[in-house]
């Protein structure tokens, strides 16, 4: 399905702001696995592959698609309000998992864990829900997307 996926991706810079080392690491493979294994198709069956370039834009994600010849082709804008408080828990729960590793026992991690995997698979069926009367996109592909917008959604 070469021609149903991303082939390239980024993130736009000026919404970016300058992230920790490790928030970086965690952006650099969820591009990497993303342009891996990806499923995105356009509605009205446009084959690609395709240049993806998102950005936080006045409250608003942009999904900047472009064809295999960076050529604009559609622009998806999706209110960040309705992922804010899905983001806003994750961030949440993250912070809790990443200071339970320091001290909680194998259990209570996983059990943090297991609410933070929720919350990403919830932000990533939201995600799905509002791309879908452009773009169908893979369960694989929601989850990659919404850990880049929650990068972009790291006050610097």
């Known amino acids: 399905m070469e021609n149903r996926r991303i082939a390239h ?35 009205g069956g446009q084959l690609g592959p395709f240049y993806l370039h998102l950005s936080n834009v006045e409250g608003r994600l942009i999904f900047d698609v472009r064809d295999a010849n960076d050529a604009d082709f559609l622009s998806v804008s999706v209110p960040a309000k309705s992922l804010r408080r899905i983001i806003s828990d994750y961030f949440m729960v993250c912070e809790t998992y990443f ?8 259990s ?37 997307l919404f850990t880049l917008i929650c990068v972009l959604h790291i006050k610097g």
Do not use: W
């Not at 992230?19 to 952006?27: A, G, I, L």
């Open 99 to 106: 200071e339970a590793i320091k001290t909680k026992t194998p």
């Open 108 to 144: 209570q991690i996983e059990t943090i864990d297991m609410g933070r995997r929720g919350l990403h698979d919830e932000g990533a069926e939201v995600l799905k829900e509002r791309l879908a009367e452009h773009v169908e996109v893979d369960h694989h592909t929601a989850r990659r």
């Open 9 to 43: 991706m980024a993130l736009d810079e000026k919404t970016n702001a300058r992230c920790s080392p490790q928030v970086e690491h965690e952006r650099n493979v969820a591009i990497y696995d993303l342009l891996e294994e990806n499923f995105f198709s356009p509605i």
